[in-house]
């Protein structure tokens, strides 16, 4: 019988798509129930069936922790202010439990944790443009395959040669992390139909050696996943980059020039990509990194593994490296917790007259900030 | 501080993630509140920290519905007996309200509703076997631009000609399903592996012309999953269903005589394949019906929509496309709810004398009977 009205009861899915999740008590009439609507005026009204609820708050970022009010039928709901475009993370906490919204299926993952979103505006939304694909493929390393995404611009033959930037996410994060929390494919679309960037392929890794793949899609099972203790910045990834450049060189039609090749990372991504760029001279002409992860060297850091030489010489290498030409972008956010290691960077930079582009913005160690570094960072490339 | 606390704070991760989740009170040590977790026995635990709460079930189809145990510390849990090799989907009902599980960061959508899912046993896990690749691609339709996922097989070189099965979801799907609920590529990967079929290439469009993707990747916005009332079974998809072909054959390197080019598809989209394999009879040679829709012509579907020329002469097609030759599997649950339009679809064919192979499995109209159909199929084809 379930499966009948499945497939038949056309009419009233979508509108009380939630009805099956409250057990509360059966609603009996046509309601509308979708949540994480983002309205014409660019406000967002949240709705949740809950009559023997006692108190149900909004949390997360939409407008801070906010009660909803309860209408008579049992429906609390809450409609926030008009918005600035932004992707907006939320939950709902009913009588001291945070839930997942069932009003709405959009939901991102942030290490171990899931979030509802919502986006408001045309920044981060899919717009009516021509959209490129997007493709997990595994490559071979000395570590064993290995998984990553690669994004590939709208209408490209496969045979033209495009330049080639290597995005990689932070501390916690997979190769689906710029994908999701950074909204990647839409920012480049986006950014292509606007003619705000040239057509290029990104290439989005995986940055944790102790992990073949985002858990669930490695053959360790459906891990909860985390931060891994082993091989996050010890100078395997690093040091094990060229593979993967080979890789995608061969299986892909690139620009092999420095000229076409950018590396860019978000926090560990951006001290991995800092490294990368140091010990791969010959390869990057450009380097973005947001909020990075900065041991001043000499420093260990919290796992007192400084040994790779990877992280040998810094200030040789970084001469050499501004002698074969390096456009560095830096962006930190004023509030970030790792403001401190970025200006020991810059003072290091300065210290040896090495020039790059510093761009402050508000806000902290977050996606908001990441997402509008990269929609910055790839209109200076290439 | 919150910041640095999810930067810095490894041990912790995986542990006790779900302890933000928890608002009713704060845990003060390390307690293992991993859930959805599959024991070496192959039963299951679930677990959920909820103090406050008076009663925690277990729904969906690991164990029915089970109360949960409270320990002292306020932890819920349950174990299942050992259980079969599947894909099972749950959720958590805490004091008559349905959630989910905040231990297991692994959910599957069904239509509007998201479940927590667990992979007991090898069949649907991911192996240490090498791995196609997975990519949703846009393709140019005369209804736009609409998007497909594309499965590659592992080492492919993308030269070697291969042949291709177009693989159709249910009313209620889009291009998602058979990645998710249906384990496409891990069904693949393994039988791939294990020598059961062919290297090949799966196609899994987006059946619904009304929508030109998946919920949340289409220009549409943030919309909440429902079934499209338009353009779902009266023939547009069956009529356009040739650019699909000439987009594959154009950008993937293969094999295009009918030989090497199958159509299957469950529920909807077996009703799709079926007419699609009538209307190009030199195209497929193979056609899996899984729980297949079948309207006996003359009949008018739900919406009275029986216009397309798409659907005239079926018999006359038949005869054609048997005469042409066509391996036709048909598989359906003998609880199935369309099992009654199967028995009609099996006379049709007897009485036309068009040999087909019958698969009548247990069970009804839901994805474990279709994992196990694809499982099937993709072993007797090519």
Not at 7 to 33: E, K, P, Y
Not at 48 to 67: F, I, S, T
Request: proline share 5%.
């Amino acid at each position: 019988m379930k499966q009948i009205k499945r497939f038949f009861t056309c009419a009233l899915v979508g509108v009380v798509a939630c009805v099956s999740a409250i057990a509360q008590q059966a609603l009996s009439s046509r309601i509308d129930l979708r949540s994480g609507v983002v309205n014409d005026d660019h406000s967002v009204t949240v709705r949740y069936y809950a009559p023997l609820a006692k108190e149900v708050y909004l949390c997360g970022d939409l407008a801070g922790r906010q009660l909803l009010s309860r209408d008579e039928a049992g429906i609390w709901s809450f409609t926030t202010a008009p918005l600035p475009d932004e992707l907006y993370m939320y939950w709902l906490e009913v009588d001291g439990l945070r839930i997942l919204d069932p009003g709405s299926v959009h939901l991102v993952r942030d290490i171990a944790s899931l979030f509802n979103y919502v986006i408001v505006g045309d920044r981060y939304a899919v717009q009516p443009v021509r959209h490129g694909s997007v493709a997990a493929v595994w490559y071979p390393s000395v570590m064993g395959m290995r998984r990553m995404s690669v994004y590939t611009p709208a209408g490209w033959d496969g045979k033209t040669p495009l330049p080639v930037l290597y995005l990689l996410h932070g501390s916690g994060g997979d190769e689906q992390a710029w994908l999701e929390l950074g909204r990647t494919a839409v920012i480049l679309d986006n950014a292509i139909a606007q003619g705000r960037c040239k057509p290029m392929i990104v290439v989005m890794p995986n940055g944790n050696m102790s992990e073949e793949a985002a858990p669930g899609y490695g053959s360790k099972g459906l891990v909860v996943p985390g931060i891994p203790a082993e091989h996050r910045m010890d100078g395997l990834f690093e040091t094990l980059f060229p593979e993967m450049i080979a890789y995608i060189d061969s299986h892909y039609s690139t620009l092999t020039d420095r000229g076409n090749r950018a590396v860019a990372g978000l926090s560990m991504g951006g001290y991995h990509s800092f490294w990368i760029a140091l010990n791969e001279p010959e390869q990057f002409a450009y380097a973005g990194l947001f909020s990075p992860v900065y041991f001043h060297p000499g420093q260990q850091n919290e796992h007192g593994d400084w040994v790779s030489p990877i992280y040998a010489d810094c200030d040789k290498k970084l001469l050499q490296l501004n002698e074969a030409g390096i456009a560095i972008r830096l962006y930190i956010g004023s509030n970030d917790f790792l403001y401190e290691q970025n200006v020991a960077m810059r003072q290091r930079l300065d210290s040896l007259h090495i020039p790059f582009h510093y761009t402050e913005s508000t806000g902290g160690h977050e996606w908001r900030n990441w997402r509008t570094y990269l929609y910055d960072f790839i209109s200076h490339i290439f």
